[in-house]
């Protein structure tokens, strides 16, 4: 099995074991069991599978064997844990909530990666491109935080003609730009590498920018996992971005408080 269909396979099966979790019954503690059980499938498939690789995860201490490691695993069990565990209105339960597996190799950064979305059956891989449509005629489709969308945004709202599309995950929204649902992703408000690992690695698969947000290449398995912020667009569109963003940084207090994903604690 190639590193590309391995990560897509882990994120596949910690979708469903997940959703079978969530089977299970919906008490209180769910959030918590669906990080603990994805967790536990992805460590028990990786030692299996990759023996030899490190492992960075949210969901396990990081013993920092990793930083001398030359292929470490970056996954997020269960990234959307908030959505995972509610339900819309009518009883039906969300779905924009992912799983993360994603492999760097020393030397190369990124080398494959895949981003499940098992409430709709879908995982995007590495190794199998997603042809994005045309883009549209409008404004500038920005996908936000579903309930707390950064001081940034708002920002951007007021210098371009924008269309904000909610939603949970930071997975997710990276999914909508790599299916053409949205047109960008801005996040300027904290994020680690297991937040952005799997999902920079399928859009710059897809032929897409995937940067910090003044422009500077993302890094991953650096000291600290925290890499807090991140812009994915298309390329064509990536210069009219950085220069919107550096405008609305500039109109954002700068003693703003930042503002986490829809499931950070």
């Not at 895949?114 to 045309?134: I, K, Q, S």
């Amino acid at each position: 099995m190639t590193d590309h269909e391995l990560a897509a396979a882990l994120a596949q099966g910690a979708g469903r074991v997940l959703l079978a979790e969530r089977d299970r019954g919906d008490t209180a503690d769910l959030r918590a069991r669906g990080d603990r059980v994805a967790q536990a499938y992805l460590a028990r498939e990786l030692t299996r599978a990759r023996p030899h690789d490190a492992v960075l995860s949210e969901e396990a201490a990081d013993d920092g064997a990793r930083l001398s490691a030359d292929r470490v695993w970056v996954v997020d069990p269960l990234d959307g844990t908030r959505e995972y565990a509610e339900r819309h209105d009518d009883g039906s339960w969300r779905d924009d909530w992912a799983v993360h597996v994603a492999l760097w190799q020393r030397g190369r950064g990124l080398v494959a990666g895949a981003v499940a979305l098992p409430g709709r059956g879908t995982v995007l891989r590495t190794d199998a491109r997603v042809e994005r449509p045309a883009r549209r005629p409008g404004p500038l489709r920005l996908a936000v935080s579903r309930s707390r969308p950064p001081a940034l945004v708002d920002a951007l709202a007021t210098l371009a003609d924008v269309e904000l599309v909610p939603m949970g995950s930071a997975g997710v929204k990276v999914a909508s730009v790599v299916t053409g649902r949205t047109d960008a992703y801005v996040h300027a408000g904290g994020q680690y590498e297991w937040d952005s690992a799997a999902p920079v690695a399928v859009a710059t698969a897809a032929g897409l920018h995937c940067s910090r947000v003044d422009g500077a290449a993302l890094e991953y398995n650096r000291r600290s996992p925290w890499l807090p912020d991140l812009l994915v667009c298309e390329p064509e569109r990536a210069d009219e971005l950085l220069g919107l963003v550096a405008r609305a940084q500039a109109l954002v207090a700068p003693d703003a408080p930042p503002t986490r994903e829809d499931d950070a604690p």
